[in-house]
């Protein structure tokens, strides 16, 4: 069997005009510019998937996340990744992803939107192998170690009655974890907030903050400190991403734990944050890692006694889909992202996909990745 077609395919999805915007953001006439191109993002579904097809007709797809230019990891499939894969042997998963990743090492372009592409072509090649031998991908994977995934439900929120009323309608909607991103704000502001979600939802519900790297190391330990008080489970990307060192100071200070890792994207970058202890949950992202990649980071976090919680964030339906296998597949799984407010729009491109049944996934035992893309729909959304 012979790979003989590697398409990528960017796509914007906008939101329904009706929809409440994702992240409750302040009213237009007071954002910034850079505030509002990032609410336009927020409220976009923008990422690239990627159709594999062999000389047999078998077929796979896979979505390397990129969120704000997805035509970038478009280009680099098209210009780099495609030339190396097409003619090889779809079984070859690891030495496909290796080849690619030695080809442009010495240049330095070792994570990244480069890294996105081979996640991509990684996650369609895991699908179409499924479709071949009419295997999950989790079998693929090594096995599946449990049939349903505890899931937590991003909302957002810049007003403290609001962010409680959204959290109530996640709750009656079954979600029992809910995960407040509170980007931008200060200490007293977040502590607010998430003092009126807590009171709202009483004590059962499982609550993490988010914090979009937003806070020194002094702060952030401050403001764990008071989240510790409202029984929150964990702080998420408290600090810079380039500072491991920091986040271990914060994580050494606090009982919370401290989530964090969604931007690396290899196990030579996850090394450094383990060897620094510099986080107590690790949050790899399938659609900026791939599955091969991302089996070896939970492996090496597992070496470090750290629990996985896959990070989803900005990833559409295959992406979901993908972290859903792998996350059936690990002996550290804590729990599993999912944004429900823009599930919808994110699936128009599936006619069969993953949605969460009363705050859990079950794990499809269906072929491939468990989705049934529909293209003509994703054609229709191709930018
Ligand atoms: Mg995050």
């Known amino acids: 069997m012979k790979i003989t077609s590697v398409e990528a395919i960017a796509i914007c999805i906008d939101p329904d005009p009706s929809a409440a915007p994702v992240m409750a953001g302040r009213a237009s006439g007071e954002l910034d510019d850079t505030e509002a191109l990032r609410m336009r993002n927020l409220a976009r579904h923008q990422t690239c998937l990627v159709r594999i097809e062999t000389d047999t007709g078998a077929i796979g797809w896979g979505e390397g ?26 079984f070859d998963i690891e030495a496909i992803w290796a080849s690619q990743y030695q080809f442009l090492r010495e240049a330095g372009h070792l994570t990244g939107f480069y890294i996105d592409a081979l996640a991509g072509i990684d996650i369609a090649l895991y699908d179409l192998i499924g479709n071949v031998l009419e295997q999950p991908v989790a079998s693929l994977l090594g096995g599946r170690m449990r049939d349903r995934l505890k899931v937590y439900a991003g909302i957002g929120g810049r007003q403290p009655d609001a962010s409680a009323e959204l959290a109530a309608k996640h709750v009656d909607d079954g979600f029992r974890a809910l995960k407040l991103h509170l980007a931008r704000q200060t200490n007293d502001q977040i502590v607010e907030i998430v003092r009126a979600v807590r009171s709202r939802v009483g004590g059962d519900v499982e609550l993490m903050v988010d914090v979009h790297i937003g806070k020194d190391v002094s702060e952030a330990i401050k403001l764990g400190r008071r989240l510790e008080d409202l029984d929150v489970q964990w702080m998420e990307s408290p600090t810079a991403p380039e500072d491991p060192y920091g986040s271990a100071d914060i994580a050494r200070a606090l009982d919370l734990q401290i989530a964090s890792g969604e931007w690396l994207r290899t196990t030579w970058q996850w090394r450094e944050f383990l060897e620094a ?6 949050m790899p992202d399938i659609s900026r890692s791939g599955l091969t990649e991302s089996k070896r980071i939970a492996q090496l976090c597992d070496t ?15 992406a979901l ?12 799984f804590q729990i599993i992202e ?17 949605s969460p049944v009363d705050g859990e996934f079950l794990v499809s035992d269906t072929p491939g990745m468990g989705v049934t893309i529909d293209e003509d729909a994703v054609r229709s959304y191709a930018i």
Do not use: W
Not at 308 to 316: D, N
Not at 339 to 351: A, G, L, N
């Open 65 to 90: 996340q990129e969120a704000v230019a997805p035509r970038v990891v478009k280009t680099i499939i098209d210009d780099i990744c495609a030339p190396l894969v097409l003619g090889r042997d779809p």
């Open 277 to 282: 202890h510099a986080l107590d949950v690790a």
């Open 304 to 318: 470090y006694n750290i629990p996985v919680a896959p990070h989803v964030g900005r990833g559409g339906t295959i």
């Open 321 to 332: 889909a993908a972290t859903i296998q792998f996350s059936a597949t690990i002996p550290n």
């Open 338 to 354: 999912h944004m429900h407010q823009v599930h919808e729009q994110r699936s128009k491109i599936c006619t069969t996909y993953p």
